[in-house]
């Protein structure tokens, strides 16, 4: 059997197994069940006898890098996580990931996200420092979403993978800035996965984050005020049952109707992040 995987393979095994899923409650009678038994592994044929080895550096799994944003008048970190066993050649897909707030893009670092995509897709989760305010631009000093627009696509070159990123992951306040990604970005992307969405159904609760200098802009970045223009872009939420954000999950899942909609005991921490991660990147896979 050959010792690596091509990516092409990677994603026909991925997409064509299942993972059993039990335990989990489900919203709404759109949303799907994954309860399949997995397949056995991708059996690759002995090949023939190829060119040797090139001599050109592979790339790291995981590949943490300071890099300087204008946007955001800082340096911040940009991080890469790699799929292992893949041949060489190719451009990657990415997934784009949204830390939550008080975290940083290591965040996903300490959930598991490399181990993951082992045994998910052939595709790159790439994440960056965004700040505490829920990636939205709250002054002329600080603006994330601009980091992302123009500054994101260089940096993204730089790493040998796609530029444009086909899906999106967020985790609490990453969330929002998924969403809102989508919004402005529904025709390139393929699917966003958001868990324990911390998004607001009131500006009283919006205010209360201490985050939105005004009603207005709170008014025109909240997700849950701008579902249409989500589009047809497939959608799965994930949310703890103690979580105190699950109303707001629940609104997004009544309105939105996605795909995939899932709860689950639990709350509004990494115990339950790292439960529902697996699911939520096969999820992000399937749809490359």
Known sequence: MSGRVTRRQAIAGA????????????????????????????????????????????????????????????????????PDGLAEGGTLP???AFHGRGAGASMFTDLGVGGQLSAAAAYAVVAVDGGDSY???????D???AMLTDELPGWL????????????LGVSMGAYGALDYVRAHR?????????????????NDARARDVFPTRALWEETEP??????????????????KDPLLPSANRLIDTARPVLARTAVGGHDANYWTSVLPEAMYFVGSHI
Do not use: M, N
């Not at 990636?135 to 000093?141: L, R």
């Not at 849950?224 to 497939?234: F, M």
């Open 157 to 168: 070159a730089e790493l040998d993978v796609a530029t444009a990123p086909f899906a999106v």
């Open 15 to 82: 997409i064509g197994a299942g993972a059993t899923t039990i335990g989990l409650g489900i919203f709404g009678a759109w949303a799907l069940r994954h309860d399949q038994t997995p397949v056995s592994e991708v059996r690759t044929p002995i090949p023939e006898p190829g060119p040797p080895p090139s001599s050109k550096a592979q790339p790291k799994l995981l590949e943490v890098r300071q890099v300087h944003s204008k946007a955001r008048g800082r340096d911040v970190q940009l991080i890469t996580y790699r």
């Open 187 to 203: 025709d390139s992307i393929k699917a966003a996965a958001v868990i324990s969405p911390a998004l607001f159904t009131s500006w």
């Open 143 to 145: 603006d994330p979403v």
């Open 224 to 241: 849950l005020r701008h579902i249409p223009e989500l589009g047809k872009v497939p959608l799965g939420v994930w949310c703890g049952t």
């Open 94 to 96: 990415v997934c784009l």
């Open 135 to 141: 990636w939205v631009k709250t002054s002329a000093k």
